[in-house]
């Protein structure tokens, strides 16, 4: 199930926040990380080596390999040795996230020089610098190799930089900086077979929430300070008033669509623009939103997925060709960027789509490698990633409720490469049929091998031949069961629509 084994990634800022989340997620499916970060405070202050090394210890932990990097990726020295180090460590580079920041947030009348410089210095130099190295090494592979080679560069733009934000120009600076200089390093390095792609995480990121408490801190100082009784002050949006919405924690804007047309676009979801060779393309690659703090931590390991596998890999086939709606029955929807609308036999299903049935509704989805998934009721399955090359073939399914049957074509030549993943278990998939309910906390193979793990029990793997079924993920257990053909026929006739 591994989409990265063999890479070697560097993800700078990668002791905290979005970036631990990039680093677990790249060490999750293979790949070798440099765990970059210094330890500074959110403004920049300060040093401690102890979040790289917990992020180390806990990739080495879950089987995998890391080490940690606490060199200065905003000093071009310091980023040259970054880069060095995973030659030197493991002897290539392949993706680099650029991902480290700080934040001096004051009206713009209020800010100080070294205020404005710093803040430019770590996210625009930073990013500069660590790219800069990176495509030197990459450009010479791909001088000696062929003419191209494997790099994928990640940066970490916002939406302060997208549409300006109040209290923070030289934040919103810089992240409208690092997204310019995204789409030229595409254009530089399309030739070279290096493709440079940005996220826009939104206001609610994890940084600009410390400035937020901060600042509600100090309100409550004043408040108590002048007598009065505090209360959350309301924001307004859209025309209402609304109280703040601090539990979005990881968030993502809809960016790419409108950066490609020219518009704004101020849709809700995840998204990356993907600028490649000598033009940019808008692909924007969306993922379902959680609404609580818990789901939030559970969906940023989907974010950093979606972000970072569905471009490790040079797709011959874009997200919005990712899949087709066969048949239908009943009246099912889909999820996309924040957006729920009907779903219609022809539609297209994308990366990021969360296709949604009701009591009534089943779906037949037929997969760009002819493979066919089925949705039976009362269920919600996200498309969380594909990838589609002449001799690989990798999808990612995730199940949040319900029922489903997935038929892997056996057509293609080539790797093949699917994992599903429900609130239970996870399941690697090679050629083969399989049937799954998230109620019954149970997942069979109908034809062919599975392998299935508790997500909460690494030792409850199990490998289930045709007719075997695996149960009791949720406790961690993973027990075998061999249903009667019976019980089989009726879980088909649940799911599947002929």
């Known amino acids: 199930m591994s989409l990265l084994a063999g890479k070697v990634a560097i993800v700078t800022g990668a002791g905290r926040g979005l970036g631990r989340e990039d680093a677990l997620a790249l060490a999750a499916e293979g790949a070798r990380v440099i765990v970059n970060d210094i330890g500074v405070s959110v403004s920049g202050e300060g040093k401690d080596d102890s979040p790289a090394a917990a992020v180390v210890a806990e990739i080495k932990a879950a089987g995998g390999d890391a080490v940690t990097n606490y060199e200065d990726i905003a ?35 209020n800010m100080a020089e070294d205020e404005f410089d710093l803040v430019l210095k ?34 970490t733009s916002s939406e302060a930089g997208l549409m300006g934000s109040a209290g923070n120009s030289n934040y919103a600076m810089a992240k409208a900086a690092i997204a310019a200089l995204t789409i030229s390093i595409a254009r530089e390095m399309g030739k070279y077979g290096v493709t440079a792609n940005f996220i826009a995480p939104d206001r609610h990121d994890a940084e600009s929430r410390h400035v937020r408490q901060a600042r509600e801190r100090l309100r409550r100082v004043q408040s108590s300070m002048a007598g009065a009784t505090h209360h959350v002050p309301r924001q307004r949006r859209g025309g209402r008033h609304q109280r703040p919405r601090l539990h979005r924690l990881g968030r993502r804007r809809c960016v790419g669509e409108g950066l490609a ?60 060709e990712a899949a087709q709606v066969a048949r239908i029955n009943g009246a099912p929807t889909v999820t996309r960027a924040d957006k729920t609308e009907p779903l219609h036999r022809g539609d297209n299903v994308m990366v990021g789509d969360v296709v949604v049935t009701d009591a009534t509704s089943k779906v037949k989805i037929l997969l760009a490698d002819d493979s066919v998934l089925d949705i039976g009721p009362e269920s919600r399955v996200l498309l969380q990633a594909f990838l589609l090359t002449p001799d690989r073939r990798a999808v990612r399914l995730d199940v949040l409720l319900g029922k489903f049957r997935l038929a892997v074509s056996k057509f293609l030549t080539g790797e093949t490469d699917y994992g599903i993943r429900t609130p239970t278990a996870i399941a690697g998939v090679r050629g083969t049929v399989l049937w799954g309910d998230t109620e019954r906390d149970t997942i069979c193979a109908l034809d062919g091998t599975i392998e299935v793990t508790a997500r909460t029990a690494e030792s409850s793997r199990r490998r289930l031949t045709a007719g075997e079924c695996a149960t009791q993920m949720k406790a961690g257990k993973t027990a075998t069961v061999k249903p009667s053909a019976a019980d089989v026929a009726t879980y088909l006739k649940e799911v599947t629509l002929e």
């Open 75 to 109: 000093d071009w020295n310091g980023a040259h040795r970054a880069i060095e180090h995973a030659y030197d460590k493991f002897g290539r580079l392949d993706i680099l996230v650029n991902n480290a920041g700080v934040l001096r947030d004051r009206m713009n009348f």
């Open 122 to 155: 770590v996210h625009c130099k930073g990013h500069f610098a660590m790219t800069r190295h990176a495509c030197a090494r990459w450009r010479e592979a791909a001088k000696h190799g062929g003419g191209t080679t494997f790099g994928r560069v990640i940066n």
């Open 261 to 320: 047309s020219g518009e704004s676009n101020q849709q809700g979801g995840s998204g990356v623009l993907r600028a490649r060779s000598d033009r940019t393309e808008g692909r924007v690659v969306r993922h379902a939103l959680a609404p609580t703090r818990v789901h939030v931590v559970r969906r940023l390991d989907v974010i950093a997925f979606g972000l970072v596998a569905q471009l490790a890999f040079p797709a011959t086939s874009n997200a919005e």
